[in-house]
């Protein structure tokens, strides 16, 4: 009697298709765009805590058609007496450059370490000629004594 040894292969059945290239949308690079107008662009100052530090910025509305705005914004931590405080960094100065509305919309900063008297607190932006505030009752706490308050602008 004979014995056979059968082997069985699974088959693999493989479908090709035909890939082709999906064209993407065409955007404008940011250079192509037309200059935002300062009438269809307005800036609104928020602030918050956060684990011990300050976060502040403007956030920048616009309701109107994709353009480039090109921006210096600066932030001066201020008493409400308008005494500039002593916070390493102060004032402040960034650049502000986006595609709208595409691009994340807003500039920030972090204020840490404000060991002082409590005191009321006015953070003034200054953008595109308008000056803009946010007053606080007080700054961030103050995590070591000897060390000195920081502000530091926050890229977006």
Do not use: Y
Request: with cysteine; aromatic share 4%.
């Amino acid at each position: 009697m004979r014995r056979f040894l059968l082997i069985l292969i699974p088959a693999v059945m493989v479908t090709c298709t035909e890939l082709r290239p999906t064209p993407l949308p065409q955007t404008s690079s940011p250079s192509s765009r037309a200059p935002c107008s300062r009438a269809g662009v307005s800036f609104a100052p928020f602030g918050e805590g956060a684990g011990g530090a300050a976060v502040v910025g403007l956030e920048v509305h616009h309701g109107g058609r994709p353009c480039h705005l090109q921006a210096t914004v600066t932030l001066k931590v201020e008493g409400t007496m308008g005494t500039m405080l002593s916070i390493e960094g102060n004032p402040s100065t960034t650049a502000i450059e986006r595609s709208l509305p595409q691009e994340p919309e807003g500039v920030m900063w972090q204020w840490r370490n404000s060991c002082g008297d409590d005191m009321a607190i006015r953070f003034v932006f200054t953008v595109l000629d308008e000056r803009l505030s946010l007053d606080s009752r007080a700054g961030p706490r103050c995590d070591e004594p000897t060390a000195g308050s920081t502000l530091t602008a926050i890229d977006t």
